[in-house]
Nanobody, 121 residues
Framework: QVQLVESGGGVVQAGGSLRLSCAAT????????MGWYRQSPGKQRELVTT???????NYADSVKGRFTVSRDNAKNTVSLQMNSLKPEDTAVYYC???????????????WGQGTQVTVSS
């Protein structure tokens, strides 16, 4: 069974920084795209960023220049460095990965349990 385990998050003042990490564990053959989504109360879950195995990245316009995603393919981990945080960044952040599990023929999508990020003004 594959799991995504997140760490990091917390409360920070506007302008501050936080770092989120996520590790994929279990019967993994290959981890493909990884990334982060977030969801604020009353809103739909939205894309924050994605990163391919080759390191190509994609960011939501709202976080470009402030957030940086990185991954370690050998450890099956993805991290999100968040700088210059704003109150509107407050949300539950979810790790996301597309993974080919051992003995399976197709990729499956997995989500972390979510971690709260709160930015106070």
């Amino acid at each position: 069974q594959v799991q995504l385990v997140e760490s990091g998050g917390g409360v920070v003042q506007a302008g501050g920084s936080l770092r989120l990490s996520c590790a994929a564990t279990g019967r993994i053959f290959r981890v493909n795209e990884m990334g982060w989504y977030r969801q604020s109360p009353g809103k739909q879950r939205e894309l924050v960023t994605t990163i391919t195995t080759g390191g190509s990245t994609n960011y939501a316009d709202s976080v470009k220049g402030r957030f940086t995603v990185s991954r370690d393919n050998a450890k099956n981990t993805v991290s999100l460095q968040m700088n210059s945080l704003k109150p509107e960044d407050t949300a539950v952040y979810y790790c996301h990965a597309t993974i080919l599990e051992r003995f399976y023929l197709r990729d499956s999508t997995y989500w972390g349990q979510g971690t709260q990020v709160t930015v106070s003004s």
